[in-house]
């Protein structure tokens, strides 16, 4: 049987590059990003574009799905990370791209068991006063995309559901986060599974999405936080026990 074809958007780089090497072997994968990576995996064809350039964009895709024939699942792991107007930036890259690239390929998918999963963040729903507005409110709008298309494209058998991460100790964020001595210790002694995430663990989720044990999820936005925001921000400050 043929492998399933993936297209991951954003999948040269942190989360998306752990996505990527998880499924490489068991899924045909293509990766959109603007540059190549120095060291690419074997077996993934790269594609080098702008998800801003929306004529590029709708061009490299329909060469995608010539090459390598329909999708059976779409991911999205893009971040906007430029300098600038970040509201626009945000707003463009994470929301209507996301948009764009789905409307793109609603047609383009196999019929039986296609998923499309949007990477968000706990920030979709809580405040990190760190990070700007523009990346809650294009995460929070993420949700409800997924919404949005998992009623839209339901009919033509096409899942579509988010996946909510929180701190992920990635490669390049690694070190920082643990340097950093007050975080470290919340998540020692107030987290409740007492630690941070790996990229791994976001990666095993968004696959399972992809996946026919997901066959029957749809709409629906999974956290991936170990747990750290179910918790009553003052409660951890009242030490009872
Ligand atoms: N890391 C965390 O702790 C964490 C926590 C919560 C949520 N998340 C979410 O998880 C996702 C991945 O985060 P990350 O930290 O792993 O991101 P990252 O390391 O910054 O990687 C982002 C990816 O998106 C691509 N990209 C960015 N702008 C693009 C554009 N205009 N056109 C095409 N590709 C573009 C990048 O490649 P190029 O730069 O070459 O284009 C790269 O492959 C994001 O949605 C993020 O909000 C991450």
Redesign the pocket.
Known sequence: MEQPHTLV?????????TFVRLLAGQNRISV????KPVYPEKGVSYWG????DHKKVAKTIHTIVGQSGELNHLV???????EGDNWKGEIE??LS?TKNVIDLVADQFCSAHASIVL?????ASLISAHLSVG?HVA?TGLLQLARYYAVKLGPKGIRVNSV???????E??KKYLLKNKKLANFYKNKAPLRRMGT?EE?AEVVAFLCSTKASYLTGQDIVVDGGVSIQWAEALYLDLN
């Open positions: 958007i954003g999948g040269t780089k942190g989360l998306g590059s959109i990003a603007r540059d574009c702008d998800l801003l999205f792991f893009q971040r906007y990370r430029g890259t994470t791209a990477v968000s963040s706990v920030n990346y995460k909510s991460p929180g701190i992920i100790l990635k390049r964020s990229p976001v």
